[in-house]
């Protein structure tokens, strides 16, 4: 007779601050290790699904600080509360949107993803739980409040005490009633980009003459882009940077954009610059695109993908619709519009493209935020964008900035930019938000920097698939220049408010397509912080990064 591990109950206090932002739940690592935090969060999960008995369940993220302890602290659990199998990767490690395949491919309940994406790691850093649900994708807004209401009534929670768990190679393993997998979560992610990209032509380009240089800042995505990129494509060994994962991503800010991921930038600007330059985001769900001489904005990036979607083996069938953040610039809409598809916008956060993917409303969809996928995953996806790209790089054999220019040749050019101020004090950035959102009817048809203010409202979103309702997802105002300024204060922060201010002026006179960025928005900047009043409320008079 095989052992079975008892559980027991332990007591605890329940803590009231376990309340998801926009993707999970993130705090820092001493807050999670604080007695029974992560326990308490984990149990109010269990107790809100009620999953089926003998559920399988997906365990693993990033690999970041404090991961392999977590993953302990879960199974224990989770066995208390009638999982039978976890499924995991190598030392822990499954990328997001990795991780999202594997939850609808092996039939699992849901999936625990250990991450706190972009945010930095390290005993100092930042961690991170999001809960997904059958479908792969992130759990909606009802669900992860549910879970919030839960947490703070948690006083007990059910366990039990498993040997520590081999996770360093591939296998399956039984302890008592639990069986764990540790599979190879690359080889299946690789197989399934085989299916959507033109890999012959891919091995093609690469193999005369042209180069990739793919950054895994030290996250998750190394393993990845080894046998995506190497050994399926035959791209050599150094084409991949920072590839080795590490719990601290080796100091790095796991942040593909233009501020923390500069060294890329110089890359693309200097004489030595790749065909196509690439990076990932701590979990491998953002990815950064550059070509020689430039970086592609990842509101383009999404409006050229689907421009040339056909062109591309998983997407010749046609797409149903696409859908964006609403931030995020509208150059994705003049190209839907131009092939009479729709296009949704929907709140900042990849959650709220779940319920359209799952329906099949939509194909392609992203944010601003260096984040773009397809219906292929429920999970924005860093490497398969990449593989986008060099698979259109092959098809037109262009280089990036020619593809980019043709774009905006044709469908005209959203010049855009987000500015983040970090401010210490968080009340301060919610009367900020507050006070604009209260003053917006009164700026409509006022004059501001040789505009006048057309539209100014409080996005509210009704999900068109179960028609739940979102409130308060963020102030835009639009002037008669064709310009548009957005607000909202950022989700995934674990300390102050981080207030993001998105700039967005469209162009279509074709001598003004490559104006430089930061001069052509510099009126619309100075315009939205004298709206906001930005140095009243919180004394800064410039961002603290644009990006
Ligand atoms: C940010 C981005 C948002 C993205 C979210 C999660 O949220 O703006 O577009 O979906 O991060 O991305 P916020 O609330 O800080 O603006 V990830 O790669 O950190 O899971
Ligand atoms: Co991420």
């Known amino acids: 007779m095989r052992k079975l591990y008892e559980t027991r109950e332990i007591s605890c206090q329940p803590y009231l601050d376990q309340r998801p932002g926009t993707a999970g739940l993130r705090k820092k690592v001493t ?33 970041r600080y404090f991961s392999l302890e977590a993953i ?97 190679a591939t296998g399956t393993y039984q302890f008592g009633q639990l069986s764990l997998e540790v599979t190879d979560s690359a080889a299946d992610y690789a197989d399934q980009m085989e299916g959507l990209f033109n890999f012959e032509k891919m091995r093609d380009y690469l193999g005369s003459g042209h180069r990739l240089a793919f950054d895994a800042l030290h996250a998750v995505t190394g393993p990845y882009a080894r046998e995506v990129f190497c050994r399926r494509l035959g791209a050599p060994d150094d084409c991949i940077l920072h590839s080795e994962p590490l719990p601290d ?27 196509l330059i690439a990076a990932s985001d701590g979990d491998g769900d953002r990815n950064m695109i550059l070509g020689p001489g430039l970086m592609v904005s990842p509101c383009d990036s999404v409006a050229i993908m689907l421009a ?35 296009c949704f916008e929907t709140p900042t956060g990849w959650r709220f493209f779940c319920n359209l993917l799952e329906a099949g409303l939509i ?6 935020s260096f984040g773009t996928s397809s219906s292929h995953t429920r999970e924005k996806d860093g490497l398969w964008a990449v593989l986008f790209w060099l698979n ?73 698939v179960d028609h739940s309702h979102s409130s308060h997802q963020g102030l835009s105002v639009e002037c008669s220049d064709d310009s548009r300024i957005v607000y909202r204060l950022s989700g995934t922060g ?38 906001a009043r930005i140095e009243h409320y919180t004394g800064l008079s410039r961002p603290t990064a644009a990006i």
């Open 31 to 63: 807050s999670f290790k604080q007695p029974h935090y992560l326990q308490t969060y984990i149990e109010a999960i269990f107790r809100t699904l009620r999953m089926p008995a003998d559920s399988s369940l997906i365990v693993g993220g990033d690999g």
């Open 72 to 168: 302990q602290i879960i199974a224990e659990i989770a066995i208390a509360h009638g999982v039978r199998q976890i499924i995991t990767g190598i030392d822990g490690r499954l990328a997001t949107p990795a991780a999202s395949y594997l939850i609808r491919n092996r039939g699992a309940a849901g999936g625990l993803l250990l991450t706190a994406s972009h945010n930095p790691g390290g005993p100092d850093g930042d961690f991170g739980v999001k809960f997904n649900t059958a479908s792969g994708g992130q759990a909606p807004e009802s669900l992860t409040e549910a879970i919030y209401a839960n947490s703070r009534t948690i006083n007990r929670y059910s366990t039990c005490d498993l040997p520590d768990l081999p996770l360093s």
């Open 249 to 275: 991503f080796g100091g790095f800010h796991p942040d593909p954009n233009p501020v923390d991921a500069a060294h890329l930038v110089d890359l693309a600007n200097s004489p030595q610059a790749p065909d």
């Open 308 to 342: 040339h979607a056909s062109r591309v083996p998983g997407y010749t069938r046609g797409i149903a619709g696409v859908a964006r953040s609403m931030p995020t610039s509208r150059a994705l809409d003049q190209v839907a519009a131009s092939m009479d598809i729709p």
């Open 363 to 368: 194909d392609l969809c992203g944010e601003e």
């Open 392 to 464: 259109l790089l092959a098809e037109l054999r262009q280089p990036v900035g020619d593809i980019v220019a043709d774009h905006w040749g044709r469908f005209g050019r959203h010049y855009y930019q987000r500015q983040d101020f970090f401010i210490e004090n968080l009340d301060a950035a919610q009367t900020l938000i507050n006070e604009l959102g209260a003053g917006l009817a009164g700026l409509i048809g006022q004059s501001v920097g040789g505009a006048t203010i057309t539209q100014a409202s409080d996005f509210c979103y009704e999900d068109p």
């Open 494 to 531: 674990t300390e102050g408010a981080t207030l993001r201010i998105y700039l967005e002026k469209y162009i279509n006179d074709a001598g003004k397509l490559a104006m430089p960025l930061g001069q052509t928005l510099a009126p619309l900047a100075d315009r939205a912080a004298a709206l």
